[in-house]
């Protein structure tokens, strides 16, 4: 892992969100981004936001929404007071859950695969390679562009849930209930990822209760996401709560798992992610 000098000299600076430091006189007139929006792949990249991909976000919100308000409504007909130890349990998993496979999501799209990939690579792989280059765009996106990748990727557990408490008696909600409070919370973590890492992203502004869950480490700390912002970005994935990216790196997951793949299939890990970040102007 890099030392804390690296993370200084190469991460995003938390006054200068864009990271470009500043710089002599002598030294701007030669100066190109190092990232930013004024970054040419930055600019590039940006420019592939489809209005057809922000209809789809559209709509997977508008479906997500409806499923989350049915499912609440299901678990309040069933809530019962005793089941507060078990929803409490099922919510510190259900994080711990999501902070993994966000991890893992983050670690693939990060490491692997191209723009050019049909469907998927102006999609979503698209955002990623963005992101590196402009880390502050996230902080520009509305709520749609920031949130409907991962509430489509919500919706059909939500779905399943619905499901399975519309068509199951009280009995066996309740004899149930740790798999299905384990199953919503997994899911709402799931679907609020990308708004803790746009919060993690935003030094300015933010609610006082949002601080506060990322002071508890709750939620994935500002300063603790910095981390993941150092060239080459190969380390601490998880973006939901943070808290695999310490066990995870001690044990070299990620790098176990490019080795693997590299090995069968000859890919070069984050080939397409460093491409990007060196076009220039």
């Given at each position: 892992m890099a030392s804390n000098d690296n993370f200084i000299n190469n991460s995003m600076l938390e006054e200068d969100p864009n990271g470009n430091a500043s710089l002599a006189p002598s030294q701007e007139k030669s100066f190109k981004p190092r990232w930013g929006p004024s970054h040419k792949g930055a600019k590039k990249l940006a420019k592939l936001y489809s209005s057809r991909k922000r209809y789809c976000e559209l709509i997977s919100i508008t479906v997500f929404f409806i499923l989350l308000l049915t499912d609440v409504a299901l678990l309040s007909v069933?809530?019962?007071?005793n089941s507060i130890p078990t929803i409490c349990l099922a919510a510190v998993l259900g994080i711990a859950t999501a902070d993994f496979l966000s991890g893992?999501?983050?670690?693939a799209a990060?490491?692997?695969?191209?723009?050019d990939i049909p469907l998927l690579g102006k999609n979503f792989i698209r955002p990623?390679?963005?992101?590196h280059i402009d880390p502050t765009s996230i902080t520009r996106h509305d709520f749609v562009e920031t949130n409907g990748d991962n509430l489509l990727l919500a919706s059909p557990l939500l779905a399943f849930l619905a499901i399975k408490l519309f068509f199951s008696t009280e009995k066996e909600v309740a004899d149930a209930s740790f798999q299905i409070y384990y199953i919503f919370l997994s899911?709402?973590?799931?679907?609020?990822?990308?708004?803790?890492?746009?919060?993690?992203?935003?030094y300015f502004g933010l609610p006082k209760w949002v601080v506060f869950l990322q002071d508890?480490?709750?939620i994935m700390p500002r300063r603790h996401h910095r981390i993941h912002h150092v060239s080459p970005h190969e380390t601490y994935y998880c973006i939901t709560a943070?808290?695999?990216n310490w066990p995870l790196e001690k044990i070299g997951f990620w790098r176990h798992l490019e080795c693997i793949i590299s090995h069968l299939f000859g890919s070069s890990p984050r080939s397409d992610d460093m491409a990007w970040a060196g076009l220039m102007d």
């Open positions: 069933n809530f019962q007071f893992l999501v983050h670690w990060d490491t692997w695969g191209s723009v990623f390679r963005e992101h899911t709402v973590s799931i679907a609020l990822t990308n708004q803790i890492h746009k919060w993690s992203h935003t508890l480490h709750l943070g808290w695999l």
